[in-house]
């Protein structure tokens, strides 16, 4: 079965920052990735996708991830972080029964 | 022009009642969904229709009714309501399931009192 692991529930930078934000997967077949972002008081919108076309997958909004096999990571980045990048971050892998796993949630707060 | 519509936005009401949120695409997708977030912000899909036919029926309350009358819109009802059903109920839709990415909607905020 698929799953997905956040680490860090609360992640918080200075505006400027690197911001890193982390997921492992479990998949017994390739899996199909997603981040996912949730502003306040709206529904999610995807950031990427990683469909094994390439490893480095880039975004909107200036973020990427890279997959990692060896890790089963999907670790999300973005050089310099914005304060409209305050938001709540998700993770998620697609199962191969047709379902969309998510983890549960990071939040990244952006300090001035 | 919203994508994925939701109504109500916001629904407030006493345990026992009966109660539907209303979802509508625009995207010309044939696949839609009900998910379920939590107080704790953690997201678990409900149901899935592609083309009128339901696909994905998780674990939940068969209180809980889904009723799509054609692909551009997923209705849910739910019967007697409880004090746990209280959390953002979000529809989304996509072209083909699986491996494709969601559109959400803003999500209806459910508070049963």
């Known amino acids: 079965a698929q799953s997905v692991t956040q680490l860090g529930s609360h992640v918080s930078v200075s505006e400027g920052a690197l911001v890193l934000l982390r997921c492992n997967y479990s998949s017994s077949v390739p899996p199909y990735l997603f981040w996912y972002v949730q502003y306040p008081n709206q529904g999610l919108q995807l950031l990427l996708k990683?469909?094994?076309?390439?490893?480095l997958v880039k975004g909107i909004n200036g973020f990427e991830a890279e997959f990692k096999k060896s890790e089963t990571s999907f670790h999300l980045t973005k050089p310099s972080a914005h304060m409209s990048d305050a938001a709540e971050y998700f993770c998620?892998?697609?199962?191969?029964?047709?379902?969309?796993?998510f983890g549960q949630g990071t939040t990244l707060q952006v300090k001035p | 022009d919203t994508a994925v519509s939701q109504t109500p936005k916001y629904l407030v009401t006493q345990m026992g009642n009966d109660k539907s949120i209303k979802c509508e695409q625009n995207?010309?997708?044939?696949?839609m969904y009900w998910y379920k977030q939590d107080s704790k912000k953690f997201l678990k899909i409900m149901f899935s229709?592609?083309?009128?036919?339901?696909?994905i029926n998780e674990t939940v309350p068969n209180r809980f009714s889904p009723k799509s009358p054609d692909k551009a819109h997923l209705n849910l009802h739910i019967n007697s309501l409880e004090l746990g059903d209280s959390a953002v109920y979000f529809c989304?839709?996509?072209?083909?399931?699986?491996?494709?990415?969601?559109?959400f909607g803003n999500g209806t905020r459910l508070t049963v009192t």
């Open positions: 989304a839709s996509s072209q083909g399931g699986g491996h494709q990415s969601l559109h």
């Open positions: 995207l010309g997708h044939d696949t």
């Open positions: 990683y469909t094994s076309a390439a490893t």
């Open positions: 998620a892998v697609a199962s191969n029964t047709g379902k969309l796993i």
């Open positions: 229709y592609n083309n009128k036919e339901l696909i």
